[in-house]
């Protein structure tokens, strides 16, 4: 869970979220890069007496200036690239989540069961002990750790957008449409996440709560309901 001194990213709870964290890092150090070397270069310039006649005009230095900007697209881009490839990929998913959006809380159906479970999952109110405000749940969806997962996306009236930073998950739910995501969590916890999306009055009050258990406690949980 983010708090008021985190200046990055939450810890990561999935291999997707991982890698999105790698990319970030390893795009950060390159824009820095860049940034520092045209910074020097415009420093020097404004505080030198002298002109290089060859800088206002010289074949060398535009095949340079151009050559070079290519080649450190090239290196975001292939990373990019493959980053987008594994969050699209779907890796034969053993559990399948329907989660729909409402104006203002979401509503939840596991479907690959013979006791199909379906419920609604509401903002806990701010007078509520032992609860995280503004983001606890009064049913919060249980899930396995080291499984991969399946969630099929949708709304029932407007514009939502399902998000749990620490998963590297954002997708939007978008009402007549069903959108698909594919995550697995490698660690136990309770993970927490809002709408991203402008949904309406009470927009910033339908929160996410995804609790992470292991697969023994999730299929007794599953019998039990």
Request: hydrophobic letters at 45%; aromatic letters at 12%; charged letters at 15%.
């Amino acid at each position: 869970m983010a708090t008021w001194s985190d200046l990055n990213f939450q810890n990561s709870s999935s291999p997707l979220m991982e890698q999105l964290i790698f990319f970030h890092d390893h795009t950060l150090i390159i824009l820095l890069t860049i940034t520092i070397l045209v910074g020097y270069i415009m420093i020097t310039l404004f505080f030198n007496n002298y002109t290089n006649r060859f800088l206002l005009e010289g074949q060398m230095i535009e095949v340079i200036w151009t050559i070079l900007p290519a080649i450190t697209l090239i290196f975001i881009a292939l990373p990019s690239l493959r980053l987008l490839y594994l969050l699209d990929e779907s890796m034969n998913p053993l559990i399948t989540l329907k989660t729909i959006g409402h104006q203002w809380y979401w509503s939840y159906e596991y479907m690959d069961f013979k006791n199909q479970i379906e419920f609604d999952s509401y903002m806990l109110q701010s007078e509520s002990m032992n609860s995280f405000r503004l983001l606890d749940v009064d049913n919060r969806t249980l899930l396995p750790m080291n499984t991969q997962i399946r969630t099929l996306i949708t709304a029932a009236d407007v514009i939502h957008s399902w998000t749990v930073p620490t998963l590297g998950v954002k997708t939007d739910a978008t009402p007549g449409r069903l959108n698909q995501i594919s995550f697995l969590i490698n660690r136990p916890g309770v993970f927490f996440g809002q709408c991203s999306e402008i949904c309406g009055a009470n927009h910033s009050f339908m929160p996410i709560a995804i609790e992470s258990i292991n697969l023994k406690t999730f299929i007794s949980w599953i019998n039990n309901n």
